[in-house]
């Protein structure tokens, strides 16, 4: 079953980009029969390995907007060290209730995840003028709206493993004026970059299911080489309409279960 999961992620991360956190958490949870607090802290260590790779590959090709990604980290270390303390104080004074408590994180973030992806989705004319609308904003405003990003996506990765793909590209083409390239790009270093602080909680309180990830691994790295070969040929609206639906299904089910 895991390795299955791990071509699924796989081929969607190479069709879209998209898949190492929203998707893969909710189907731990929901067809591999981790915890939610197992499913969170694999799912991070997964992106971890995954995305680092390729963030340092586009680094060298100068595809990663640093200035960017100081902004997003100089919020989302905060945010980080916010969810990090959640995780922590509830695994030492409260066991009985953080699975509940993440479950319940975990089904939100997905629900309004998939709905900003079905937005972005939308016919040019049906679409909410926010959609598209880019904010003539100074250097300074700008830095500062997307250190807040940085600061609301750090926590919701740490709670939950969800938010550096779905939340930050949005993020991106509304502040910034990106070619697809530089957007990928920057997406992955930075999800990358978050990854690594997010997972050391979950790693030191003994939240990541070692042989889970190795068998996600063995999926993942065919599925992501199929993937790359269909990019491009597929319009994203497929895939990403896919994901948003899985995404919107699976949430649902988390809340009302």
Request: aromatic share 6%; charged share 10%; proline share 4%.
């Amino acid at each position: 079953m895991l390795i299955a999961i791990g071509i699924l992620i796989g081929l969607l991360i190479g069709l879209t980009g998209l898949g190492s956190g929203s998707l893969l958490t909710p189907l731990l949870i929901l067809f591999a029969g981790l915890a939610p607090a197992a499913a969170v802290g694999t799912s991070l260590t997964f992106a971890l390995l995954t995305k680092a790779w390729g963030g340092l590959n586009f680094v060298r090709r100068g595809l990663v907007k640093m200035d960017i990604i100081r902004d997003l980290s100089i919020g989302s270390l905060p945010g980080v060290l916010l969810g990090a303390f959640v995780i922590r104080y509830l695994e030492l004074r409260k066991p009985d209730i953080m699975n509940v408590l993440l479950l319940r994180a975990i089904g939100a973030a997905l629900i309004v995840v998939s709905l900003l992806m079905l937005l972005r989705l939308l016919p040019e004319r049906m679409r909410p003028a926010a959609v598209d609308h880019r904010p003539e904003l100074s250097d300074g405003w700008r830095s500062l709206l997307i250190i807040l990003v940085g600061f609301v996506t750090g926590l919701s990765v740490t709670v939950t493993s969800i938010g550096s793909g779905a939340a930050l590209i949005p993020a991106m083409v509304l502040f910034y004026r990106l070619d697809s390239g530089v957007l990928v790009g920057t997406n992955v270093a930075m999800g990358a970059i978050l990854a690594a602080i997010a997972s050391i909680s979950h790693i030191g309180l003994g939240n990541v299911n070692w042989p889970s990830v190795a068998l996600l691994l063995c999926g993942s790295i065919p599925g992501v080489w199929l993937g790359s070969q269909f990019h491009g040929k597929i319009h994203r609206a497929i895939p990403e309409g896919a994901i948003a639906l899985a995404l919107l299904a699976m949430g649902v089910r988390i809340i009302i279960n």
